[in-house]
């Protein structure tokens, strides 16, 4: 059984910077892919970024460049540095892990960019 526990998310003016922390609980954690993704009423949830437990990093189109996917094995805690905000990163923030055919979501952190 895997908890995730997001925090972080809140209003920003445009151009600011949040920092999400998704903390998770159960074992495995340093081996497994963590991942980002964000939802916004009406549309598919849609992948942020994503790390591997070996380091490997992934990032949607839209934000490369401007956030930044870090993991604290030792802290068991996934983070999404987000700098340069625009209101279209407006979203509900969500984080993401898989053991098996079992896939695990956080309760989710709002975002908000105003202008």
């Known amino acids: 059984q895997v908890q995730l526990v997001e925090s972080g998310g809140g209003l920003v003016r445009a151009g600011g910077s949040l920092r999400l922390s998704c903390a998770a609980s159960?074992?495995?954690?340093?081996?497994?892919?963590m991942s980002w993704h964000r939802q916004t009423p009406g549309k598919q949830r849609e992948l942020v970024a994503l790390?591997?437990?070996?380091?490997?990093?992934k990032y949607a189109d839209a934000v490369r460049g401007r956030f930044t996917i870090s993991r604290d094995n030792a802290k068991n805690t996934v983070y999404l540095q987000m700098n340069s905000l625009k209101p279209e990163d407006t979203a509900v923030y969500y984080c993401?892990?898989?053991?098996?055919?079992?896939?695990?979501w956080g309760q989710g952190t709002q975002v908000t960019v105003s202008l």
């Open positions: 159960g074992s495995g954690f340093s081996i497994n892919t």
């Open positions: 790390i591997t437990g070996g380091g490997f990093i």
């Open positions: 993401n892990t898989d053991r098996g055919v079992r896939s695990y």
